[in-house]
């Protein structure tokens, strides 16, 4: 599918977002977390003249993993789509993104995803498990949101922010997994520690008998967390960003297209 570059289109700025969102979009494919074409990925844009909050979303209909910069469709906070895009958005998945970036300004970008092990902790009455250092670093700022259908309803909306709080992770009970970062490359690495998190508790409950890691311990983990932020001295993510759009370009380029 030839789809016209945006990249002389748009701003600098813009295009920048575009890039990474795409790239997010191909990595999640890449790890294995994408549910065909039904999760979404969103980023805010940086402010417009006008004033009105604009956000990058996925052609609904095309895979993760032939995302690119210029096939992302900006939208409106209700989801509708702005400018000349070809491309359909499924209006009903940007709900749950459109109620927490309306929460959250500080979220530049929301992921959420559909995966096996994060649906399987989602329906674990007791949710995530103080087992690997992986869920000490999440259980740190980590909310619960309970089902309530198809999130289409609008009623759901102050229940969902108020469960996300100031949280950077959230469970949606028996749905999946939602995490928020205030860039994409933040946002993704976020879901990783998250997905992982899932995954080494699923399999070691098929296992033995689990050892929790402390209350001691856990206590010290925003202490251990902050010195650690503070000593990388760059965002989250910013770090191990560039490798991966490394490993993206050796093996499925044209994201940045």
Same mark, same amino acid.
């Given at each position: 599918?030839?789809?016209?570059?945006?990249?002389?289109?748009?701003?600098?700025?813009?295009?920048?977002?575009?890039?990474?969102? /795409? =790239?997010?979009?191909?990595?999640?494919?890449?790890?294995?977390?994408?549910? #065909?074409? $039904?999760?979404? *990925?969103? @980023?805010?844009?940086?402010? /417009? =003249?006008?004033?009105?909050?604009?956000?990058?979303?996925?052609?609904?209909? #095309?895979? $993760?993993?032939? *995302?690119? @910069?210029?096939?992302?469709? /900006?939208?409106?906070?209700e989801g509708r789509k702005l400018g000349d895009s070809p491309f359909p958005v499924n209006r009903a998945g940007f709900v749950i993104h459109s109620t927490v970036h309306a929460a959250r300004h500080?979220?530049?970008?929301?992921?959420?995803?559909?995966?096996?092990?994060?649906?399987?902790?989602?329906?674990?009455?007791?949710?995530?498990?103080?087992?690997?250092?992986?869920s000490t670093v999440v259980l740190d700022s980590l909310g619960y949101h309970d089902y309530e259908g198809i999130a289409v309803h609008d009623d759901e909306r102050a229940r969902l922010q108020a469960?996300?709080?100031?949280?950077?992770?959230?469970?949606?009970?028996?749905?999946?997994?939602?995490?928020?970062?205030?860039?994409?490359?933040?946002?993704?690495?976020?879901?990783?520690?998250?997905?992982?998190?899932?995954?080494?508790?699923?399999?070691?409950?098929?296992?033995?008998?689990?050892?929790?890691?402390?209350?001691?311990?856990?206590?010290?983990?925003?202490?251990?967390?902050?010195?650690?932020?503070?000593?990388?001295?760059?965002?989250?993510?910013?770090?191990?960003?560039?490798?991966?759009?490394?490993?993206?370009?050796?093996?499925?380029?044209?994201?940045?297209?």
């Open positions: 599918m030839k789809i016209p570059s945006l990249k002389e289109v748009v701003s600098a700025e813009e295009w920048q977002v575009r890039v990474d969102l /795409a =790239a997010c979009y191909r990595l999640v494919a890449m790890y294995g977390w994408s549910d #065909l074409i $039904f999760t979404h *990925i969103s @980023a805010k844009l940086p402010a /417009a =003249a006008d004033g009105v909050e604009r956000f990058l979303i996925n052609p609904y209909g #095309l895979m $993760f993993d032939e *995302i690119t @910069a210029s096939s992302l469709v /900006a939208i409106d906070h500080d979220a530049a970008c929301v992921i959420h995803t559909h995966t096996r092990a994060g649906v399987a902790v989602s329906a674990q009455r007791a949710g995530v498990l103080p087992i690997s250092q992986q469960d996300l709080g100031s949280n950077t992770y959230l469970v949606l009970r028996n749905h999946g997994l939602l995490t928020v970062g205030s860039t994409v490359a933040g946002a993704f690495m976020l879901m990783y520690l998250l997905e992982s998190t899932c995954q080494i508790q699923i399999s070691a409950q098929a296992g033995g008998e689990l050892i929790r890691v402390t209350p001691a311990v856990l206590r010290g983990v925003s202490e251990t967390v902050r010195l650690m932020e503070e000593g990388a001295q760059q965002p989250p993510g910013a770090l191990a960003w560039p490798a991966l759009l490394r490993r993206l370009d050796r093996l499925n380029p044209g994201y940045d297209q």
